[in-house]
């Protein structure tokens, strides 16, 4: 009985461990903030904020993403993608000037944030074809 409580107490103890992280862990890592910001944002040149949250959701879909959450009036759409791992992406959309719309893309595993610029270079390649293609009118 004391080796199953002992058990359930290491196993507690390494749940809660994992889930310490904080801002501040963000706020300490080796890449600026700046560095960071450029690699999950663009800016495009169209106004038309309907359209950009549909190829957002359509590009996900695409790229292997669920959607989990889509707000039109936030400017919001979150995806799930699984494969050896929970990779989550949140994509906002707001207004940059009066001429662009300003595309922002976070990505985590699981509760880690994802400083890799790979996701990040995958969705915007591929968004950036998908309004491309989008604003030619090429199916």
Excluded at 28 to 44: C, G
Excluded at 45 to 63: H, V
Excluded at 84 to 104: F, H, I, K, S, W
């Amino acid at each position: 009985m004391k080796f199953r409580k002992f058990c359930l107490c290491i196993i507690l103890a390494a749940v809660f461990s994992a889930c310490q992280y904080t801002a501040k862990d963000l706020l300490d890592s080796d890449e600026s903030q700046v560095k960071i910001r450029s690699i999950q944002t663009r800016a495009f040149d169209t106004t038309d904020r309907e359209k950009t949250l549909r190829t957002i959701i359509a590009t996900l879909q695409d790229l292997g993403f669920v959607i989990d959450n889509a707000d039109h009036n936030i400017g919001s759409i979150s995806g799930t993608k699984l494969n050896y791992y929970q990779l989550r992406m949140t994509v906002t959309v707001r207004p940059r000037g009066t001429t662009q719309l300003l595309v922002r893309a976070n990505a985590r595993y699981n509760v880690t944030p994802v400083l890799d610029p790979e996701p990040y270079q995958q969705f915007f390649t591929a968004f950036g074809r998908a309004m491309f293609l989008e604003a030619h009118q090429v199916d």
